[in-house]
């Protein structure tokens, strides 16, 4: 089973992503801040990492910038309500492997963590 990193600063929506992949995945760590990721993804070495966009103290971009190069083994995706060109195209510049819409993709999150275990299990 994959290890999760969540990065979220809404309560309502880390629930509802620990919801999501409940039986999917490993939770092994959540945070609010660009500090409290950095720091959680550090320690817990996750497979994915699932990041806000806007963070207290930053964004997913810092912790992005901060990590990627760090830990390439893991994969980064970036989750936000706003899903523009140019918001995608700097998560990918910064080693997102994707980035998910919250209002349409939030379901395919679930999709890509089974999808992954399976590619890895194989």
């Known amino acids: 089973m994959n290890k ?3 990065v979220e600063d809404s ?6 992503l620990k919801d999501l992949l409940a039986g ?4 092994v760590g959540a ?5 409290e990721a950095v720091a959680g993804i550090l320690e817990s070495q996750p497979d994915m990492v699932f990041v806000d966009l806007n963070l207290a103290g930053g964004s997913g971009f ?13 994969d980064f995706y970036m989750l936000s309500n706003f899903a523009s060109f140019p918001y995608r ?12 819409d919250k ?4 379901e395919r999150v679930r999709e890509l963590v089974a999808q992954r275990t399976v590619a890895t299990t194989h």
Not at 24 to 27: F, L, P, T, W
Not at 103 to 106: G, I, L, R, V, Y
């Open 89 to 100: 195209q700097l998560a990918e510049r910064l080693g997102a492997k994707d980035y998910f």
């Open 11 to 16: 309560p309502l929506v880390l629930e509802r």
């Open 62 to 74: 810092d912790v992005l910038r901060s990590l990627q190069p760090r830990l390439p083994e893991v």
């Open 31 to 35: 945070a609010s801040t660009v500090d």
């Open 103 to 106: 209002s349409k993709d939030f």
């Open 24 to 27: 999917a995945a490993d939770v």
């Open 4 to 6: 999760v990193f969540l």
